[in-house]
Every structure is written in structure tokens, then in C-alpha cells.
Nanobody
């Protein structure tokens, strides 16, 4: 199993900045991709950003391009989301996602998506 724990969500003023973190742990064989999604009240969960292992390619939703930056630590098990110029419409529960292969004993489990429980970001206007 792969466990993801997000942190860093809080109340911030419009135009402010916030940095979210997500730490992966457990029986990890390989993490192929990590990313962030968000879900506002009454809306579907939507993609925010992702970073792919190897080339560390990044991808962003149009709504956050130029304002949010995704990165990872050297161990590649913690992903960050730097959020600048925050807007009220950025308010949501932010979920960490990882596509990873886990170990069960000596067996590598085929890659699948794992999710954290989310961290709340509130932006005051």
C-alpha cells in the first residue's frame, strides 16, 4: 500500500501564497507520477497539476498556469504545490494523487492511483 498525507492547507487572503505538501510512504516500489486535484463544494474534482518521474515533466490546468508550481523533493516521495496569487475560486479541498507501484512482500503490484484525504484551502476575498 501507498499512503499519501497532505498538509499546508489553511485560510489565506486573496492574492496571497500557500505551499501544500504531500508525503508518500508505505511499501513503495516506484512512483510514476504525482499530482494535485481539487474539489470545491458542489463541484466535481478537477485536475490541478502533475509531475512525472524521470524527466520530471510538469502539467497544469489552464486555470492555474503561471500561478501554481508543482515540484518534488530529491527523494521523489514528497510533492509540493506552490500556489501564488490565490483567488477565491481556488478555494477547495486539495487532494494529492500518486500513480505508483507498491510492494507486497517481494511482489510488485501493478501501478494504480492512490489518493490522500485532502487539505482545505480557503481564500478570503
Amino acid at each position: 500500500q501507498v499512503h499519501l498525507v497532505e498538509s499546508g492547507g489553511t485560510l489565506v487572503q486573496r492574492g496571497g501564497s500557500l505551499r501544500l505538501s504531500c508525503a508518500a510512504s508505505g511499501s513503495i516500489f516506484r512512483i510514476n507520477q504525482m499530482g494535485w486535484y481539487r474539489q470545491a463544494p458542489g463541484k466535481q474534482r478537477e485536475f490541478v497539476a502533475q509531475i512525472t518521474s524521470g524527466k520530471e515533466d510538469t502539467k497544469y490546468a489552464d486555470s492555474v498556469k503561471g500561478r501554481f508550481t508543482i515540484s518534488r523533493d530529491n527523494a521523489k516521495t514528497t510533492v509540493f504545490l506552490q500556489m501564488d496569487s490565490l483567488k477565491p475560486e481556488d478555494a477547495a479541498v486539495y487532494y494529492c494523487n500518486a500513480h505508483a507501484e507498491a510492494l507486497q512482500g517481494t511482489v510488485v503490484v501493478p501501478g494504480r492511483d492512490y489518493w490522500g484525504r485532502g487539505t482545505q484551502v480557503t481564500v478570503s476575498s
